[in-house]
């Protein structure tokens, strides 16, 4: 775990970490905490490798490199014994009530704990009871080692400080008896376009590295040793997985007001506006591709400047969190009226109102599901993790062409700001489906067997011809209004009842059509093992309790639902029917998902694991509640509480 | 093939009250599409709420009747996707200037190529006649209990404090006037503002036709009524920006004209500026073929129905192995 106040290098140095881990061959998950502060306030990146892949993060930390006071005291009784603290020994004489940004619920346990056990309450006691809890406490005086640092490149001292948090991954390196080599190639990577920045962290990373070899000798408990990796893989964080899926699911207009944690998407969309198109395609040979991004007034003109780009055939979308959805709601009802096939991503945030505007949450899938007055239909998807949340933003257009509806892609902020690495991405595989949708030739033969082009007309499916804005030879209208087949105002108490028909029936195709490998991902073998359900970024923790338990001798499914509306009711029942038990694992309050399954299935679940203090869930605490929870023992209602 | 004005009229009834000064703007726009041999494919009028909200309905080009206030954002999104469509926006005055307020400024800071036509007529007439944005100060119109006591909003110097790069003000019972205008703001390479005065005979008894044309003050001479509103052509005013360093100059004196109201309301162009990069010319810069391939025209898909990107550029930025 790396941390430190925000601006002073938490996320690049974790960065540049976990690329040279990523370079060792090992498999990498990243959790980024931050406040919502530009500077000064606590940040912390915790970082997981492992020779296989990993999807979560661990309650418990083996190794904290801190840039300041602040982050030994919050993170101490993290790191378990043997794990070590790389710290300055500047830091041993902060007394820690006086930390101006800690707040005082931290400051109070800790400096009771310590007066407990008969310490003061300075950062340097802290320091000595961890050494007696057999923690390692690794001291690099960061203010020398910048200023030899500055005379070997003949720089002033303040321009040199810039590499105080490369210091932290030296030493680490050295402490974990790891290839410095790969540290430096991270830092290539990370500073390319800058070769003599990138020189200068080179250098402090390697005069660190230099430091603690000499100084603290090796035997520390964990090491980082190389493998050879399998394949070609990429690390990335969760909005730049969506952002790559929706430009290969065929997106070309993104809209977006400046929302956490919601905007790095689009903003990454932005830097990578000119696309390359598949080569050895005849018909793309001569043509290029773009995405256009757009940053609104705010989230009302977002909703409706994307959902005005899909009635010109366009496949469009925005992205936002909580605020703005809730903003968003209105148009969305729009969409839905007009079956425009608009698609939102969705990350949720802990909530309401601002609530916790860097934080985790899963509180809004009601709020997805029902947001906008008046009944109409609409898809929320939900993926589970990264590589999810590429596919799924590809498969969001599909689904919002063929069904001629609103789609909500529901993630949140654990799976935007966490990272991971992944075999690269298969782009070839990504089908483009886009159901009714008219070209110029097409709506010619419509033409030739109808009067006249009706954007609303009456079938079988309830899926209507859609001809974009524009074409030679058809004009159309859209209303908000009830309205007839033309999308005329018609308030005519049959055309109502025929229209609504219409417009709701089309969730029934959805359920048929969607195949259920992409309603639920269920991993189990038998169908009377106690079954965990849950949907979203909780997946990863889930699974690996579950491997966890499985080495125990101890069986649980996973079923995690990624079609959440409509509900794939059938599916679900005949996977979990026969469940010796049902638990819920979701980050919330209330339980959602539990409350819509028993309304769409009439089943009830047994346990309830919840948490909602703010902080994704841990492989740990999932598997002590699940253990729990097969045991009897403990409350139906389970809240854990993991994290800083 | 030349249509005829006719030729844009839809077949759908027209439930505007009678004598409704949105008659002369709909007849307008329907000569005015005739006059620039637009197809009505190539048209699209997007509308609000309220009474002006109705006005695609009855016109036979395409018709997006979108929310309250959101016709400017549904409009930028379909131009800006497919840069070859002429969008018009026809909202009325308390739907673009009261619940839309914060699209119509930020429109004018794009300067996208579409033309926003504002029906004003001071009150919400589909609600039942409350004071909109643009009812003066102490007015008391038929349908308040008592007189507005909010400040009206100037909707020319709005435009011009905001950026639009057109700005004019027509009044809907001079169809002759008002079409020729609506030409001028549809052939305008920018965004375009038309303030379209317009009577409510059913709401408002003060800013009514006969005040317009005052009828209540005739020539001495002749006994002739003589019409609160007169044409800014005819005063020799120039609203057209020639060149980038006169642009505060024609502006100010936009603004100075825009303040006269009462017993002499202009009609006519207030400001053109066509110096002034569109926001299509913005993305361009950028994307260089924007315009030869926005996103309404790009392939998406392979033949055989499969992603037609490459990403190895980006996988190659994200890859560690």
């Known amino acids: 775990m790396v941390g430190g106040a925000q601006g002073s290098g938490v996320d690049s140095g974790a960065n540049i970490f976990a690329r040279a881990c990523c370079y060792a061959g090992l498999y990498v998950f990243g959790n980024r905490e931050y406040h919502s502060n530009i500077k000064g306030m606590h940040s912390y990146f915790q970082i997981r490798v492992a020779e296989k892949p990993v999807y979560c993060h661990r309650s418990y930390v083996d190794l904290l490199a801190t840039f300041d006071a602040e982050t030994l005291v919050r993170h101490r009784y993290e790191v378990e014994r043997p794990g070590g603290i790389i710290f300055d020994p500047a830091y041993e004489s902060v007394k820690i009530k006086e930390i101006p940004t800690l707040d005082r619920e931290v400051a109070d346990e800790s400096t009771s704990r310590l007066k407990e056990k008969g310490y003061g309450t300075t950062v340097g006691e802290l320091l000595e009871d961890a050494r007696e809890d057999g923690i390692q406490t690794y001291p690099m005086p960061y203010m020398t080692l910048v200023k030899e640092i500055a005379e070997k490149i003949g720089e002033a001292p303040s321009k040199a400080a810039r590499v105080t948090n490369v210091l932290v991954l030296g030493a680490s390196f050295a402490i974990l008896e790891s290839d410095i080599d790969l540290l430096a190639k991270a830092i290539g990577a990370i500073f390319g376009a800058k070769p003599s920045i990138a020189e200068m962290n080179v250098l402090g990373a390697r005069v660190a590295y230099d430091y603690a070899n000499r100084n603290f000798g090796t035997g520390f408990g964990v090491k980082l040793e190389k493998v050879e990796p399998s394949g070609s893989r990429i690390f990335l964080m969760g909005n730049q997985a969506v952002a790559l899926g929706k430009l290969a699911g065929g997106c070309r207009f993104q809209t977006y007001y400046p929302i956490t944690p919601a905007a790095d998407e689009s903003e990454y969309l932005e830097a990578n506006e000119r696309l390359d198109l598949t080569a050895g395609e005849a018909s793309l040979a001569k043509t290029t591709g773009s995405i256009v991004v757009v940053q609104t007034e705010d989230e009302l003109a977002a909703i409706n400047m994307a959902t005005g780009a899909v009635l010109t055939g366009t496949r469009a979308s925005t992205s936002t969190s909580g605020p703005g959805f809730s903003l968003m709601a209105e148009g969305l009802g729009w969409a839905g009226m007009n079956e425009a096939p608009v698609v939102i991503t969705y990350y949720q945030r802990g909530a309401p109102a601002t609530g916790l505007p860097t934080r985790h949450g899963q509180d809004d899938l009601r709020f997805a599901i029902h947001a906008a007055h008046g009944e109409f239909a609409r898809i929320v998807l939900a993926s589970g993790d990264i590589q999810e949340c590429f596919y799924d933003a590809a498969l969001a257009f599909n689904y919002a062409e063929r069904f001629q509806m609103p789609v909500i892609h529901l993630l949140d902020k654990a799976l935007a700001n966490s990272s991971n690495t992944y075999p690269t991405f298969n782009t070839s595989n990504i089908k483009i489906e886009r159901g009714e949708l008219l070209d110029a030739g097409g709506l010619q033969k419509l033409l030739q067997r109808e009067s006249e082009y009706k954007r609303f007309q009456l079938t079988e499916s309830g899926i209507s011809p859609r001809s974009p804005l524009g074409t030679p030879g058809a004009v159309f209208w859209n209303t908000g209004d009830e309205h007839d087949e033309r999308g005329h105002i018609d308030e005519n108490p049959t055309n109502r009842t025929k229209m609504m028909q219409k417009r709701m029936k089309k969730l029934e195709l959805v359920e048929k059509e969607i195949p259920v490998s992409e309603k639920i991902n269920f991993f189990g073998e038998q169908d009377t093992t106690p079954t965990v359900v849950s949907w979203g970024s909780p997946k990863g923790a889930v699974l690996e309790a579950k491997e966890r338990l499985h080495a125990e001798g101890t069986e649980i499914n996973l079923l995690q639902l990624r079609l959440i509306h409509p509900f794939p009711a059938a599916d679900f029942s005949r996977l979990v029917k026969n469940a010796e038990r049902i638990m819920d694992v979701e980050m919330n309050y209330s339980g959602q998902l539990a409350g819509i399954i028993r309304e769409k299935t009439g089943i009830l679940i047994d346990d309830l694991i919840l948490k909602y203090n703010g902080r994704p869930m841990s492989s740990d605490e999932v598997y002590d509640a699940i253990a729990n929870a097969l045991a009897g023992k403990g409350p139906r209602r389970q809240v854990l509480t993991c994290g800083a | ?321």
């Open chain 2, 1 to 321: 093939m030349a249509l005829k004005a006719s030729d844009f009229r839809s077949d759908v009834h027209n439930d505007w009250c009678p004598a409704c000064g949105d008659f002369g703007i709909l007849s307008a726009l329907q000569i005015a599409l005739a006059e620039l041999k637009l197809q009505p494919h190539q048209v699209v009028v997007f509308s609000g709420i309220g009474c002006s909200g109705k006005t695609p309905h009855f016109a036979r080009v395409n018709g997006i009747h979108t929310l309250h206030g959101r016709a400017v954002p549904f409009a930028t999104g379909a131009k800006l996707a497919n840069p070859e469509l002429e969008a018009i926006i026809m909202g009325g005055d308390g739907d673009g200037l009261g619940i839309g307020m914060g699209h119509f400024v930020s429109a004018g800071r794009r300067n996208i190529d579409m033309t926003y036509m504002i029906h004003d007529n001071g009150v919400y007439g589909l609600t039942k006649g409350q004071a909109s944005p643009t009812l003066q100060l102490g007015l008391k119109t038929k349908g308040l209990p008592s007189p507005n006591i909010a400040a009206a909003v100037n909707p020319v110097a709005l435009a011009l404090a905001a950026g639009y790069t057109f700005v004019a003000r027509g009044y809907s019972y001079d169809v002759r006037t008002l079409k020729e205008l609506m030409k001028k703001a549809i052939l305008h390479r920018g965004l375009a503002l038309l303030d379209i005065l317009q009577p409510c005979p059913t709401y408002n008894d003060i800013n009514t036709k006969e005040w317009y044309s005052g009828e209540d003050r005739p020539d001495a001479k002749t006994g002739k009524p003589v019409p609160r509103y007169y044409l800014l052509e005819e005063t020799g005013y120039d609203p057209v920006v020639h060149s980038l360093d006169e642009s505060f100059a024609k502006i100010d004196q936009a603004m100075a004209r825009s303040r006269e109201w009462g017993d002499r309301i202009p009609v006519g162009v207030f400001y053109q500026n066509e110096l002034i990069p569109t926001f299509e010319d913005r993305i361009s810069q950028r994307i260089r073929d924007y315009t030869a391939n926005p996103p309404a025209r790009q392939l998406i898909g392979t033949d055989a129905g499969r992603s037609a990107i490459d990403l190895t550029r980006m996988f190659e930025d994200l890859r560690v192995s």
